[in-house]
Antibody
Framework: QVQLQQWGAGLLKPSETLSLTCAVYGGSFSGYYWSWIRQTPGKGLEWIGE???????NYNPSLKSRVTISVDTSKNQFSLKLSSVTAADTAVYYCGRGNNYGGRSGIAFDIWGQGTMVTVSS | DIQMTQSPSSLSASVGDRVTVTCRAS??????LNWYQQKPGKAPKLLIYAASSLQSGVPSRFSGSGSGTDFTLTISSLQPEDFATYYCQQSYIPPRTFGQGTKVEIK
């Protein structure tokens, strides 16, 4: 059974860089889109971006200038960096597996990490 | 970006009721629509993908329908464990966007 486990700093100061990592256990790393999604009470669920096993990325244009998603296939891990954070970046951050069911559908997030609460405060 | 609008924002229902949640896209998304269930403090769980395909392990009382811009999630007989918030998500084009959620509460 595939599981995602994520970790990273939960308290940041404004202007710092958010850094989270997600490890994939129990399944293949290739053939999927490894994603980051965040959730706030005000804006709901917001897709941040995704990466595949070969390193090809897609980012949300609203965050693109500050986001970097990278992959380490040797460790079955992928990571998120979000620079110059502000209070507006306070959220629960999730990693997720994007699955297109062998090309039969669009991307659905079928497996999620446990979530990391990230607070930005001076 | 494609905007996803759910209705209602919340509803009250009783165990055994048939419940319907609607999601509308701001442009046609064919059948590229997914549904999730989220309980407090937990990550969302995929219920339905490609508008009507039931995710493995999800009870058959959940079903999805629709195409183009209008979609529906139906729970045929609401169970106690179904009280949660439900989200739709379009997978037609990036950025992948979600609806604002529909909270299903106990009447």
């Amino acid at each position: 059974q595939v599981q995602l486990q994520q970790w990273g700093a939960g308290l940041l100061k404004p202007s710092e860089t958010l850094s989270l990592t997600c490890a994939v256990y129990g399944g293949s790393f290739s053939g999927y889109y490894w994603s980051w999604i965040r959730q706030t009470p005000g804006k709901g669920l917001e897709w941040i971006g995704e990466i595949n096993h070969s390193g090809s990325t897609n980012y949300n244009p609203s965050l693109k200038s500050r986001v970097t998603i990278s992959v380490d296939t040797s460790k079955n891990q992928f990571s998120l960096k979000l620079s110059s954070v502000t209070a507006a970046d306070t959220a629960v951050y999730y990693c997720g597996r994007g699955n297109n069911y062998g090309g039969r559908s669009g991307i659905a997030f079928d497996i999620w990490g446990q979530g990391t609460m990230v607070t930005v405060s001076s | 970006d494609i905007q996803m609008t759910q209705s209602p924002s919340s509803l009250s229902a009783s165990v055994g009721d048939r419940v319907t949640v609607t999601c509308r896209a701001s442009q046609s998304i064919s059948s590229y629509l997914n549904w999730y269930q989220q309980k407090p403090g937990k990550a969302p769980k995929l219920l339905i993908y490609a508008a009507s395909s039931l995710q493995s392990g999800v009870p058959s009382r959940f079903s999805g329908s629709g195409s183009g811009t209008d979609f529906t999630l139906t729970i045929s007989s609401l169970q106690p464990e179904d009280f949660a918030t439900y989200y739709c998500q379009q997978s037609y084009i990036p950025p992948r966007t979600f609806g604002q959620g529909t909270k299903v509460e106990i009447k």
